[in-house]
């Protein structure tokens, strides 16, 4: 079970508490709900506190970021709080590619459109597509929110590969150079990570997997990433000095060929988000993904990207994680849309320019709590509302949507920040 966040009375961060102790707390009228989500609580007669030194850890990833909070109590090294972040960034650049092309069907044809800019427009050091740069927004829109809610002390993240054998042996060189406490992690999960965690062959996943020669080096074949796959032991020792395409599976090579897009990504966005990190001042840990897959296997977690984040750096080597322990999930989605106005499939104006975005205190995607005590819509309804110049709502809910809600009936629970969250 996930710790409750607790701030005091000036709303400065002390430790998160137990769920119980929260219950209790609010019970007996000494705390208030400060926020939905992540859930918080104010304490409302408290100043200040005895707090443990804790940790935020991430393993940042393509399409999922995976953050933990470790607290360093007298028993050890223990995790309290753990998240998945579901990037947008595929979403950016779709949407970004529509525009462009809209933007050239406009100009293609005989309009009183403008004609493109010169090229002469200079992009910013260390600038970024915003489909990558969404992804490291996320990430540091997380840290400061946890900062503001836990007492963070420092930070660690997946980065890179230490040379750990250069510092034991500097005269270390050659082949006896590469054969080490982590050496073929590098590849093998990379490869793992490129075939999707089964066999190529045979599609079975949860067996032991051996990297696998898709041309075998007796009939010329090299030792690069791109001609080596993933085998169950049973396929490997059946194809035996077989190519892929002479084995059946002529379509192995072809894909073996793809670069992997994730890790494209990733190395896109590692240094940058690293800076940044830094930037916030906080002492920084990193760890390479062997470093990481090193200390999950050894404590026996299973593979997910939040549990990556406890294992992360020299510090993941031992921390316990509660088996009750369920993350919180988080799915980016954007606060609002820069478009003044939809378009039409020509890409002309089809509707007015964007209405004011707060309706007497409310906001489209704000989650509401409303209470009807009378009418045909009595009753009591929890959901995201769209808001209307009117005053009267509609209310989405998991069961549908209620129409004709009056402002005066709704109550904020949580405002909307970009973010859809589920337990």
Sequence with gaps: MQRVFVVDKNQQPLMPCHGARARQLLKQGKAAVLRQQPFTIILLDREGGE????????????KTTGIALVADFKRGLRCIWAAKVQHRGQRVRDNLLKRQQL????????????????????????????SLQSRIDNILTWVQRLQRFAPITRLAMELTRFDTQKMQNPEISGMEYQQGTLQGYEVREYLLEKWGRHCAYCGKTDVPLEVEHIVP???????????????????????????????????IQAQAQKPLKDAATLNSTRWALYEQLKAIGLPLEIGTGARTKYNRIRQGYPKTHWLDAVCVGESGVAVFVAETMQPLSIVATGR????????????????GTKQQRM????????????????????????GRVAVRTAGFFDIKTPTGTVQGIHYRDCCILHHRDGYVYQA
């Design 217 to 251: 080096k007796t009939r010329g074949g090299s030792q690069r990433v791109s001609n080596l796959t993933i085998a169950c032991e049973p396929c490997n020792r059946e194809k035996g000095n077989l190519t892929a395409a002479e084995f059946g599976y002529p379509h």
């Design 359 to 382: 309706v007497n205190g409310f906001q489209t995607g704000d989650m509401v709590k409303v209470v009807v005590t009378q009418g045909k819509k009595a009753g009591t309804y929890v």
């Design 103 to 130: 933007r050239r069907g406009r100009r293609s044809r005989t309009t009183h459109y403008r004609q493109p800019r010169f090229l002469n427009r200079r992009k910013p050091k260390g600038w970024l597509p915003p």
């Design 336 to 351: 609002q849309s820069r478009q003044m106005c939809r378009v039409d499939r020509y890409g002309f104006p089809r509707t």
């Design 51 to 62: 707090t443990q030194a804790t940790q935020v850890k991430i393993d940042p990833g393509s």
